[in-house]
Each structure stands twice: as C-alpha cells, then as structure tokens.
C-alpha cells in the first residue's frame, strides 16, 4: 500500500514537472519563432530597402554620366568659341593695323 501511494506520488509530481516544462519550454519555442518572424520580416524590408537604393544609385550614376558627356560637350564648344574669339581678335587686329596704314597714308596725301 505504502509503495503503491509512493510510486503514484512520485508519478503525479513527476508527471506534473514534466506538463510545466513541456509549457514553459513551448513558451520559449513561441517567443523564439516571434523573434525569428520578426527578424525575417525586418531582413525583408532591409532588402526592399537596399533595392530601392540601388535603383537610385544606377539612375544618379546614369544621370552622372549624362552630365559628364553634356560637360566634355560644353568643354570642347568652350574651346573651340576660344579659339573663335583667338582669330575674331587677330583679324581685328589685322584691320586695325590696316586701318591705321591707310590713315596714315591719307594723312600723307592731305
């Protein structure tokens, strides 16, 4: 009779230790995949995020490279106008030097 109530005591108690564990560990499991789902889903928007910024990035080096052929364009108009201006100022110069020949020439004849 003794044995009989020990061993079912000892079967309630360690039956009832083991159904806490199993709960308390399940608690764990649960938390732990929150943590994990969250995480995952985190990871998701990083990634949505981290395309969206390359996206943006490929434009801006598109749009830069745009930019720099627009600027070598406006490099060489600029230097080919400066090279322009360079004959424009020695033709005027040449003229002027004409000029300035033929008023002395009229100045001689008056």
């Known amino acids: 009779m003794f044995w009989e109530w020990s061993l079912l005591t000892i079967l309630s ?3 009832i230790y ?5 709960f308390y560990f399940k ?3 649960n938390k732990e995949q929150r943590s994990n ?13 981290i395309r969206k910024y390359q996206i943006q990035l490929q ?3 598109g749009n830069v490279d ?4 627009e600027m070598t364009k406006l490099r ?14 020695q033709e005027a110069e040449r003229l002027n030097g004409k000029i300035k020949a033929l008023e002395t020439r009229i100045d001689a004849l008056i």
């Open 27 to 29: 608690s764990i499991t």
């Open 18 to 22: 083991l159904f806490v564990k199993m």
């Open 37 to 49: 789902d969250l995480m995952k889903l985190t990871l998701q928007e990083a990634e949505i995020l």
């Open 13 to 15: 108690i360690l039956s």
């Open 59 to 61: 434009r801006a080096l």
């Open 76 to 89: 060489n108009e600029l230097k080919l106008l400066k090279s322009r201006n360079t004959k424009h100022r």
């Open 66 to 69: 745009i930019l720099s052929e």
